[in-house]
């Protein structure tokens, strides 16, 4: 099974190819050029682990991995670095699951994903005879960095450097990048917010003479933004298991359609779920939920995407997205994969600032519901949900929350949790009609009004030492990251 550009310009490559480019010469993402046949039985998957689904699915998409080299990166992937025991958890609400991604190292969702992917990539890169070592830079909103460095941290032939904004951060995932301990992780905050590191992260990754100084180095470029294939499947794997485990405890009949809300940024974690559902997960509605920046709820209401608005920083700051790169791959699927009108309405995109989809390629997303939250409808949910069942939720499930609410969307539903509250203390304790404490007082505090222990993972970080807090303007990112890794 090959994979292609979403763009059609550039050659097929096989998974590991893929997932050392990142992304496709052409500008395109690389896309799965048929979807790979994987046996749903949920009559036995409802008896299997978490490894043993992701096993199954990585299997299916990385199909020139041997099995050996699939194993191997699902047991370092999915360890003991997880406090729960089945990777993710559940909680119930009436007709509402929420499923919880947020109990690895970094306590949010993308830990499942930047848990394999280093493993993934340097597997992939020996398999390609390639002994460059793989400079991963990343742009992040917060979350992205810390779980990259988290799962990157003191890998082999990698070096991981992160960007974030000097605004939009919680102040436990600035202290997660000052104080990350890994030999070869590079962090420095810039003055802007994440528009700015992100652009300024594109032009390093295209700038030419950068990368011949690079290949000079025997270093190059990737990237673990959720972009590279080699986070999107690792996501597909938390619906099938929630799918098996609702069959498990009778609450759905296996072959029944659910639905799935998932807050929405970039929308890796939302396409994971259409992915999940071209294999054979049985999907009513998807339902995206955004933030104040809600480029993608009028996508999906009207057919235009139009990124030419003001960016706001907001309480889910992991959402805070004008340019929602995923977006792409649904578009090659919902155009019937027509990549001659993918490529139009990015070059749109790009020159224009919006486009306009064709009706006919409208009429395939007929299957995605979306509405957004403002930042006073996500402190509400908080106090909402809190009320009704003593479960605190961090704001940007709580954006999922609103809008699953708000939509009135019936019959059972998936909800992904995607951070935990602790990550965000002072929004939730605001939420919750307290005034935050600080530091670590503030976490005790939340601690005590939700009566759920202080996760482990936090509680170490207070005691690692600040290393990294240089902060810089964007047009000095060029010369800090060549001090950084060569
Ligand atoms: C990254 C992130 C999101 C958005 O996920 P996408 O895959 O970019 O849509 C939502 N919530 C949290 C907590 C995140 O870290």
Same mark, same amino acid.
């Given at each position: 099974?090959?994979?292609?550009? =979403? ?81 993710? /958890?559940? @909680? ?53 960095? =810390?779980?990259?460095? %988290? ?36 962090? =420095? ?15 390093? +990754? ?11 180095? @025997?270093?190059?470029?990737? %990237? ?39 807050? =929405? ?15 054979? +997960? ?42 929602? %790169? ?8 919902? /155009? ?29 997303? %007929? ?69 935050? +404490? ?49």
């Amino acid at each position: 099974m090959n994979y292609i550009s =979403t763009r059609g310009q550039a050659p097929a490559v096989t998974a590991s190819q893929a997932i050392i480019n990142g992304i496709a010469p052409d500008g395109g993402l690389y896309v799965p050029e048929s979807w790979p046949n994987i046996e749903l039985d949920w009559t036995q998957l409802q008896k299997q682990t978490y490894a043993d689904i992701a096993t199954l699915i990585f299997d299916g998409f990385f199909d020139d991995f041997s099995v050996n080299e699939i194993d191997c990166v699902i047991d370092k992937a999915y360890g003991k670095q997880w406090t729960t025991e089945d990777i993710v /958890s559940y @909680h119930q609400a009436d007709d509402l699951f929420y499923i919880e991604l947020f109990h690895g190292p970094t306590l949010a969702f993308k830990d499942v994903a930047l848990q394999a992917l280093p493993h993934l990539m340097t597997t992939a890169a020996k398999k390609q005879g390639l002994d460059d070592g793989i400079v991963i830079l990343t742009a992040t909103s917060g979350d992205t960095g =810390t779980a990259a460095m %988290s799962g990157f941290g003191d890998v082999q032939h990698t070096d991981i450097v992160v960007f974030y904004p000097e605004v939009g951060v919680s102040d436990i995932q600035r202290r997660q990048m000052q104080t990350e301990p890994a030999h070869n992780a590079h962090v =420095t905050a810039i003055s802007g917010n994440f528009d700015d590191a992100q652009k300024a992260v594109k032009s390093l +990754l295209s700038d030419q003479s950068l990368a011949a100084d690079l290949a000079d180095k @025997h270093l190059r470029f990737s %990237s673990a933004n959720s972009i590279n294939i080699g986070r999107l499947v690792p996501q597909i794997v938390y619906y099938i298991h929630a799918y098996a485990q609702l069959v498990k405890q009778h609450q759905i009949a296996s072959g029944e359609a659910i639905n799935i809300v998932v807050p =929405t940024g970039n929308f890796g974690n939302m396409l994971a779920a259409y992915y999940a559902s071209q294999i054979g +997960l049985p999907v009513a509605q998807f339902v995206v939920a955004s933030n104040e920046n809600n480029v993608l709820t009028d996508f999906f209401n009207t057919g235009t995407y139009d990124r030419q608005r003001t960016f706001k920083v907001t309480n889910a700051p992991a959402m805070d997205i004008l340019v929602s %790169s995923n977006l792409e791959r649904l578009l090659y699927f919902a /155009s019937g994969r027509n990549t001659e009108e993918v490529r139009e309405y990015m070059n749109a995109l790009d020159e224009q600032g919006h486009y306009t989809l064709k009706p006919s390629t409208q009429a395939n997303l %007929s299957q995605f519901k979306a509405a957004s939250a403002s930042q006073t409808e996500v402190l509400k949910t908080i106090k909402r949900v809190f009320e009704e069942g003593n479960y605190v939720i961090d704001p940007h499930t709580a954006v999922g929350q609103y809008v699953y609410n708000q939509l009135d969307i019936s019959g059972t539903t998936i909800l992904a949790a995607t951070a935990s509250p602790f990550k965000f203390a002072d929004t939730v304790l605001n939420a919750l009609g307290e005034t935050p +404490l600080n530091e670590y007082d503030g976490l005790k505090q939340l601690a005590d009004k939700s009566n759920v222990v202080i996760p482990e993972q936090i509680q170490l970080l207070f005691q690692r030492p600040v290393i990294h807090t240089q902060t810089i303007a964007p047009n000095q990112m060029t010369t800090v990251l060549r001090h950084q890794i060569f």
